[in-house]
Nanobody, 125 residues
């Protein structure tokens, strides 16, 4: 089992920044990559960013590319999502997820085994 706890959400004005953190504990040694997803009211859960735990390779959704940065601290078993130039459409609950399976792409929420409880991000326009 992998336990994930997110923090760092909140209310921010458009154009502002937030940094989300996701602390992982438990059997993290089998994790291939970590991802951030978000879900706005009435919408499907969507991919935001992912990082491969081993070599740090990253990937982003087109909607956040150039504004968000995902990073990891292996020693702390923590993943971060730095969000800059926030827009009202970034408002959502943000979820951290861990993928231990080989199959499935890092941008596919169905490929992830473990999920955090989510943290609310609200961007006021």
């Amino acid at each position: 089992q992998v336990h994930l706890v997110e923090s760092g959400g909140g209310l921010v004005q458009a154009g502002g920044s937030l940094r989300l953190s996701c602390a992982a504990s438990g059997r993290t040694y089998g994790t291939n990559n970590m991802g951030w997803f978000r879900q706005a009211p009435g919408k499907e859960r969507e991919f935001v960013a992912a990082v491969f735990w081993g070599d740090g390779t990253t990937g982003y959704a087109d909607t956040v590319k150039g504004r968000f940065t995902i990073s990891r601290d292996n020693a702390k078993n923590t993943v971060y999502l730095q969000m800059n130039s926030l827009k009202a459409e970034d408002t959502a609950i943000y979820y951290c997820a861990a993928k231990t399976r080989i199959r499935g792409g890092p941008d596919d929420h169905r490929a992830y085994d473990y999920w955090g409880q989510g943290t609310q991000v609200t961007v006021s326009s």
